[in-house]
């Protein structure tokens, strides 16, 4: 998931957070911010499709792709990518508080639903899974209401592009494949060999 995450955001939380700082006015600062959460918004679920088209064609039992194959993992996916934008927000705003209220909810609900999920209504670790992204995406719209008087487009504000950011972005991308090259051989023997032969490479 953070891999594929890495990949769909290409570098613009990263860059956002660079160029938030290289320009003082602020209605520049609050166009820059709604771009670059409408690309978040956007992006995850272009390469969830993209990815589980691609496995669907090629039958390949990648886990990467797999990640992105059910409409729930999809969804966490969206939600773990934009509360990253999010609390870079927080960030550079320097709300403190606010960030770490939001973080403490986050551990919070997560821990809340899953143990609802999971012992509750016996959904094993499927129960974790959508705990973990139902109780992210709770906190990101909690979050984006907070915001709200940054992110809701104004007449008259300045126009900020994200083009300085795909530049400066794309070094994140790039760092996403080299942690891809670091994985994939484990992957490869675990479905082309056998999972104890890929256990013992994890653990050396």
């Known amino acids: 998931m953070i891999f594929i995450s890495i990949l769909a955001r290409f570098g613009i939380i990263e860059a956002f957070l660079r160029y938030h700082f290289t ?38 039992s990648c886990s990467a792709t797999a990640t992105c194959d059910l409409p729930g993992r999809r969804a966490g996916l969206w939600a773990f990518t934009n509360l990253e934008l999010a609390y870079g927000l927080l960030r550079v705003d320097e709300r403190v508080r606010v960030y770490a209220t939001a973080s403490l ?53 300045g126009a900020s592009g994200l083009e300085p950011c795909f530049g400066s972005g794309s070094y994140g991308a790039r760092r996403g494949l080299v942690y891809a090259l670091s994985i994939i051989d484990r992957y490869y023997i675990y479905h082309s060999r056998s999972a104890s032969l890929a256990a013992s490479i994890r653990s050396r």
């Open 23 to 60: 320009d003082s006015d602020q209605d520049r600062r609050d166009a820059l911010a709604r771009r670059a959460v409408l690309f978040t918004l956007l992006s995850p679920p272009v390469v969830s499709i993209a990815l589980a088209a691609a496995r669907r064609r090629c039958r390949s």
């Open 105 to 157: 909810i986050n551990v919070g609900l997560t821990i809340v639903a899953s143990v609802v999920l999971v012992v509750g209504l016996g959904k094993g670790a499927q129960g974790l899974l959508l705990g973990n992204y139902g109780a992210s995406t709770v906190v990101l719209l909690g979050l984006w209401w907070t915001m709200r008087h940054r992110l809701l487009p104004r007449h008259g504000a």
